[in-house]
């Protein structure tokens, strides 16, 4: 059994496919497994990838299930007790991997890392406002406004997955914002503050251009937070003001669409799950 699982969910992205296969290749570190999952590609994806067939381990979905399908069919495909993501539009630098398994190996209670990046916006490097500054440690509540976990820098334990579950199919997109929070809320995730993972965006198969009104998506999933998680009242407390504010927001803009009782149901929403709290023992 190989020490790290790698997953790789790709769709209609051959030759950068092959570039994420290839940064894996390079590393460092090299006991790993490789699962491509092929999300129903009808480009020839499969047919760039052959030359990696003695690397990796290719998977196809016959239709486009969705990103959260495909890592997890890498999720159940593979058997490393660690696993990576790497998305098919990023890629690693060379001592990625090594740096994840000495933190590991040095914090051994540790469930969940990741290291920094290098951001590319249609070709040019771009740098992080302050706000997408990655914290350290208990990263919960400002996890809670936008996302702080990228996919392709994460290393986790598979029995972390086991515990809180794995990515949810039903979220078209943020879903890695729904399972971040779920462990967030239970354990510390650590940064190492190496930037070994060079994340492009820009382009228009990314689910951020695809999808409007993306906060819609991180309401679920907050909802769904505070009626499924292990929250304290003080992550409770956190969880419901972000709720508030965020229902706020996306209700004004319902209303200026006209979309009334969209506008009504979100503005409600916050003021319903508060109703519910204050009537638990």
Aim: overall charge positive; charged content about 30%; hydrophobic content about 35%.
């Amino acid at each position: 059994m190989a020490a790290v699982s790698i997953i790789i969910p790709t769709y209609n992205r051959a030759l950068k496919t092959a570039r994420a296969v290839m940064s894996v290749l390079y590393q460092r570190f090299t006991d790993y497994e490789i699962v491509v999952v092929d999300d129903g590609s009808t480009d020839h994806t499969e047919k760039v990838l052959q030359q990696f067939k003695d690397h990796i381990r290719y998977v196809a979905h016959t239709t486009n299930r969705g990103v959260s399908a495909a890592r997890n069919t890498g999720i159940a495909t593979s058997e490393a007790p660690l696993i990576a993501f790497l998305d098919s539009d990023d890629y690693w630098l060379p001592g990625k991997l090594n740096a994840q398994l000495d933190f590991f190996e040095k914090n051994s209670g540790t469930m969940i890392c990741q290291t920094e990046e290098i951001w590319f916006r249609n070709g040019k490097r771009a740098n992080p406002r302050k706000r997408h500054l990655k914290p350290t440690g208990d990263v919960f509540e400002p996890s809670l406004a936008l996302c702080l976990v990228s996919p392709s820098a994460v290393m986790l334990k598979r029995e972390l997955l086991e515990e809180v579950g794995v990515f949810d199919e039903g979220f078209p997109a943020c879903e890695d914002y729904d399972l971040w929070l779920r462990i967030a809320c239970r354990y510390p995730v650590y940064l190492i503050p190496q930037s070994l993972v060079i994340k492009e965006g820009g382009h228009p198969d990314q689910l951020s251009a695809r999808f409007k009104g993306m906060d819609r998506f991180r309401i679920e999933s907050m909802v769904k937070l505070l009626r499924e998680s292990p929250l304290s009242e003080r992550q409770k407390k956190a969880t419901l003001k972000e709720l508030s504010r965020k229902c706020r927001i996306y209700s004004t803009g319902c209303l200026k669409r006209g979309k009334k009782s969209e506008a009504a149901y979100y503005g409600e929403l916050p003021s319903t799950f508060e109703t519910t709290q204050d009537e638990k023992p």
